[in-house]
């Protein structure tokens, strides 16, 4: 059996979306890559998005900055603006491991 394929999503790429992926990857076996949608190509994009099962976007208001035709394996997990400064912000983590338990990708 194959693990979920999962893009997470924030504009740099460094913060919410290390974040989430490194939970993907560590508690529930999943391929999960994070990606930056201000520092990673239209085409980089498209590509990524395209060989994922699952995108979670990290901020609602990189919803309208997504690529279109992904809209059906898109979740939401709007932990807002990078406020965090660092991947492993206890209230980052917080709010991840809550969505995570609410939601399988």
């Known amino acids: 059996m194959s693990k979920q394929k999962v893009i997470c999503v924030c504009f740099g790429g460094n913060n919410r979306s290390v974040c989430m992926a490194f939970h993907l990857k560590e508690f529930a076996n999943c391929d999960a890559i994070a990606v930056g949608l201000g520092r990673n190509g239209r085409e980089v994009q498209n590509l990524l998005f395209s060989w994922a099962d699952a995108i979670i976007v990290m901020d609602k ?20 603006e990078d406020r965090y400064g660092v991947y492993w912000h206890p209230d980052l983590i917080q709010q991840v491991k809550a969505f995570l338990s609410a939601h399988s990708p």
Do not use: E
């Open 61 to 80: 208001a990189l919803l309208s900055k997504m690529p279109r035709g992904h809209a059906k394996k898109t979740l939401l997990c709007d932990v807002g």
